[in-house]
Nanobody
C-alpha cells in the first residue's frame, strides 16, 4: 500500500524558510514521479514542483522557481520541499503526491488530478 505522510508545516514570517518532509512507503522511487502541490483557501489545488525519477528532472511552477527546491533521500524513502523567501501568498496546505509513471513531470505538475496517491497535507502559514 502506497502511503505518503507530510510534516514540517507551521507559521513563518515573510522572507523566512521552511522545509517540508514527506515520508513515503509502498513503492519504488525509480518507477514514480513525485510532486509537491498546494491548495490555498478558496483556490484550486496547484502544482508546486514535480520530480521525474525516470530522467532526474525537476519541473517547477513559476511561483516556485528560484525559491523552492526538491530533494530526496532514497535510502530513507523521504522527499523534501525546501522553501525560501516565503511570501504570504505561499500560505496553503501543502501535499506530497506520487504517480506510477517515471516520466512526464511537467504534465503532472500541470494536472494534479492525474496523480495517483496523496498525503493528507501540512499547513503552511506565512505572515506579513
Amino acid at each position: 500500500e502506497v502511503q505518503l505522510v507530510e510534516s514540517g508545516g507551521g507559521l513563518v514570517q515573510a522572507g523566512g524558510s521552511l522545509r517540508l518532509s514527506c515520508a513515503t512507503s509502498g513503492f519504488t522511487f525509480d518507477d514514480y514521479t513525485i510532486g509537491w502541490f498546494r491548495q490555498a483557501p478558496g483556490k484550486e489545488r496547484e502544482g508546486v514542483l514535480c520530480f521525474s525519477n525516470g530522467d532526474g528532472t525537476t519541473y517547477y511552477a513559476d511561483s516556485a522557481a528560484g525559491r523552492f527546491t526538491f530533494s530526496s533521500d532514497n535510502a530513507k524513502n523521504m522527499v523534501y520541499l525546501l522553501m525560501n523567501n516565503l511570501k504570504p501568498e505561499d500560505t496553503a496546505v501543502y501535499y506530497c503526491a506520487a504517480v506510477g509513471d517515471a516520466l512526464g513531470g511537467y504534465y503532472y505538475l500541470k494536472t494534479p488530478g492525474a496523480m495517483d496517491y496523496w498525503g493528507k497535507g501540512t499547513l503552511v502559514t506565512v505572515s506579513s
